[in-house]
């Protein structure tokens, strides 16, 4: 069976599963989900509560046989097993399978791992687990649906906040759900019950905003301009290596140029994206990035990536990250976009 997370409390008051995988990247997410699983336990007679991580060398063979037998005085027990890559290998894999297959009598495992991709959830091991019990996914809260998240989150320590400042609080915290979570602890602890102002707010929490490229990526993409410039801003002031950056803004790009010139051919846009390997998911997304590019500025903006290149080795006068910054808003049809794109095209005629 497979969860939300959620959907994780309404199933507890069901039922409580003899296996569960727990596959998420948000600690915070996963900490919590986790603390709801012992809490239920804990109310079924679970008293005995293990903990072992599989590493390098762990020996799966003695693992699995100390559950053979329980004796008539012991207490149920909570087995919790991290897999810190996501991967137990072959023998792993083996004895998670013989595991589900036939679980021991008054154990309840918990095998904890970072997201796994689709690959990672239709392996055997992955697939046995879940349906031996519950697949359980938590997944961060989009991220215009973040300010909601704190919403909810404020009011369940009795605090309220108009959309204005909830949306301000979403800025500073994004990114790092844990570090929200302390914030609200924070305003929970400073202010009383009640409303909260955005000057409360802005007096009490800090900028603990986290990113990485896959959100520059995404801001690229819905073109929220404001977003995508405030984590390029994010990304220079970390130190995050402009290479990478240009090569992961560069393959989006290089991507809807594939797509708009097929298009121009007459070829299928579905079958375009199938074969430049453009998740479902995103597909929708994907499309509405290129009808608003157009093939004219996505034709300027290849260019626009060989300039870029230029100025970030150092070759070019220009800011490569100013530069960066004006090409997803040209391309956002944002900004001073036009007379940019036309210096691109001028200088490679």
């Given at each position: ?89 072959v023998e ?78 979403a800025t ?85 140029h594939r ?91």
């Amino acid at each position: 069976m497979k969860l939300r997370g959620e959907q994780l409390d309404d199933a507890l008051k069901k039922n409580l599963a003899d296996v569960w995988l727990i596959s998420g990247d948000e600690p915070l997410l996963v900490d919590e989900a986790l603390a709801r699983i012992r809490a239920a336990a804990r109310a079924r007679g679970f008293d005995e509560r293990q903990s072992h991580q599989a590493e390098t060398g762990f020996d799966w063979r003695a693992w699995l046989a100390g559950f053979d037998s329980l004796s008539l005085f012991s207490s149920r027990r909570l087995v919790e097993l991290r897999l810190p890559t996501g991967k137990p290998g072959v023998e792993g894999g083996k004895t998670l399978e013989a595991w589900a297959a036939q679980p021991p009598a008054d154990t309840l495992l918990l095998v904890i791992t970072p997201r796994l991709d689709k690959a990672g959830l239709a392996s055997k091991w992955a697939s046995s687990l879940e349906r031996a019990g519950i697949l359980l996914q938590t997944m961060p809260p989009a991220s215009e649906r973040l300010p909601e998240w704190i919403g909810a989150r404020m009011a369940a320590r009795g605090l309220r906040a108009d959309r204005d400042t909830l949306a301000w609080l979403a800025t500073r915290v994004e990114g790092n759900l844990l570090a929200a979570h302390q914030e609200i602890e924070k305003l929970a602890l400073l202010l009383p019950p009640g409303q909260v102002d955005l000057a409360a707010a802005r007096a009490a929490v800090a900028d603990v905003a986290r990113y990485d490229v896959g959100d520059l990526s995404e801001s690229f993409l819905k073109a929220d301009a404001v977003r995508f410039c405030r984590i390029l801003d994010a990304l220079r002031a970390e130190g995050e290596g402009l290479p990478l950056v240009l090569a992961v803004v560069g393959n989006e790009i290089r991507t809807l140029h594939r797509l708009a010139t097929g298009v121009e051919h007459g070829r299928r846009l579905a079958s375009l994206m199938q074969e430049a390997r453009v998740w479902e998911s995103r597909q929708g997304l994907v499309e509405r990035a290129l009808k608003r590019a157009g093939a004219q500025r996505l034709a300027w903006a290849m260019r626009a990536l060989a300039r870029l290149d230029r100025a970030a080795k150092g070759l070019l006068r220009e800011d490569a990250w100013d530069e960066l910054k004006q090409l997803g808003l040209a391309l956002m049809q944002r900004g001073r976009a036009p007379a940019f794109m036309e210096s691109c095209s001028e200088e490679y005629k």
